[in-house]
């Protein structure tokens, strides 16, 4: 049987898909005629299989190096149920644990093996692994090893020495987000040869790109999340004390919350993440120490409360929603202070070329932020994916900003700033223009000012929309030595002067209100809801029995097929993508039966 033969039918009897993803069977190809590999595929686009198909075929042990323990448990346990050998070596086994592994792996009993990049340096390591016959080594997220990464790590730089050790084993490098300078530094410092370099599409279009004006982000939020109750999710917050606020604000609100951060004990994270994978709690708070281990399948949305430092860990991040190809939803909630935050950060920090690089990917990130155009293209083009056709699934391309003459609005704003001698924020400031009758408007007598309530006739959200859109168009700064106080630029004076006039967008509600439509693409599939949430209980509850995450069973994508397919046989199952022979096996029959009582119950069918 040729290799080419050979891992269609990996792919369709052990992981039970019926074809390949774009870009996988050129790279498969590629790594089973021995050639080093560099993979650059978004998150969710089958990066696993690419070096996991390979893996069944060769003969010898695939060695894969991974960040995080619980990615690797992850992985061996999705592996394992659908009936591969695999292990992982990790500083929490036991040494009879640890003893066992190394002796299936004497034995040729094991074919994928997943190691820290920490542990697979060690001088006894390597020694041991020279012993055994290795035919690949693959590195995952390997955009850690450069220095021009967004989350360069020192211990992956060192892997470079692994060509030395192993100079006739091939490499893959893996990784979702990785720019130009960032690829040639991987393939650089890991000593690839002429490697066959893959970099797949950045898109993920059932994700949903949204950003609105923080205002009130605890009321916000908790709009966003009434119409989903039960669903996956992801918010991400800059700080420990933000985390812990809102887990307790949502736990309030009776929902499955729990926080995520670095300050917590590892038992406690760890309490916390297993919780999530397997459905427990549906909703995680958490700072970016949580992220990469994350490898659930049915997130449906990621919100970042706060705005992340760089576009890499944006992408990264809401890349964790919708992995399973269903609708999904990024919300990020923008305020410019949070970048003023993240700046002042920056600046504490020595100079030297990494701290230009985070001010460089911080800049990138505000921009993101401010664009009045597709966000997508503003993330493909920022990745050099370059498009100019507008997605129609980010709230820009839904609701287009309409532009309106602001040139009156504007000229109050500034007056205003003008007129408390740019001495306060926009909060105060807005309060001043608003004619609010408060005690420290009358301690500073701005009461008597020519502007106090000139844009009484608009709400506070108004007028911090047209505040920040003057800040945007560089018309006012914030100083941030002066806790962003407003401080009217050079090109105020013209506009001020009526010399020009101004364009703006119209002010919108920042108040979360849902985007999909009616005619939304994604949601055109024609399968049973009630069958789903039916199977989605099941297998919760094998799950719980087998004490494995629910996805592992089957993912959401799967189930979704089942109710669309309605299938009543083993055979008309095995066609079902997520089914492969080992599955079922295991739990066929058992969907097959609830399918079939359904049928009965809800469509008056009778089995032939």
Known sequence: MSNATHDH??????????????GQKEIIDAALTGKDCLVVMPTGAGKSLCYQIP???????????SPLISLMKDQVDQLQANGVQAACINSGMTQEAFS???????????????????????SDFIDKLQSLPLALIAVDEAHCISQWGHDFRPEYARLGGLKSFFPHVPIMALTATADDVTRQEIALRLALQSPHAYLGSFDRPNIRYTLIEKHKPLLQLAQFLKPQPG?????????????????????AQNMRAAA???????QDRASVQEAFQRDDIHIVVATVAFGMGINKPNVRFVVHYETPRNIESYYQETGRAGRDGLPAEALMFYDPSDIAWLHRCLQEKPEGPQKQVEN?????MKAFAEALTCRRLVLLNYFGEYRNKPCGNCDICIDPPTLFNATEQAQKALSCVYRVN???????????????????????????LSTFGLGKEFSQEYWLSIFRQLIHRGFLQQDIAQHSVLKLTQEARPLLRGEIALELAVPRPSAWVSTRTKTDRFEKRNYDKVLFVKLKKLRKSIADEDDIPPYIVFNDATLVEMAEILPTSQSEMLAVNGV????????GNVFLDKIEEHMISSLGYTKK
């Open 9 to 22: 039918t990996v792919l369709q009897r052990i992981f039970g898909y019926q074809s390949y993803r774009e």
């Open 360 to 364: 460089h990917k911080l800049n990138a």
């Open 55 to 65: 893996a069944l075929i060769f003969d010898g042990l695939t060695l894969v190096i």
């Open 422 to 448: 740019q001495n306060f924020g926009v909060g105060y400031t807005i309060e001043v223009l608003r004619g609010m009758q408060n005690q420290r408007i009358k301690d500073y007598a701005h009461h008597k």
């Open 231 to 251: 669903q996956s999710g992801i918010i991400y917050c800059n700080s420990r004390k933000r985390v812990e606020q809102v887990a307790e604000r949502l736990c």
């Open 260 to 266: 995520y951060h670095a300050g917590m004990t590892t």
């Open 100 to 122: 066992q592994t190394w002796q299936a792996l004497r034995e040729q009993r094991i074919k994928l093996l997943y190691v820290s990049p920490e542990r697979v340096l060690m």
């Open 580 to 587: 492969g022979q080992r599955k079922l096996e295991k739990y």
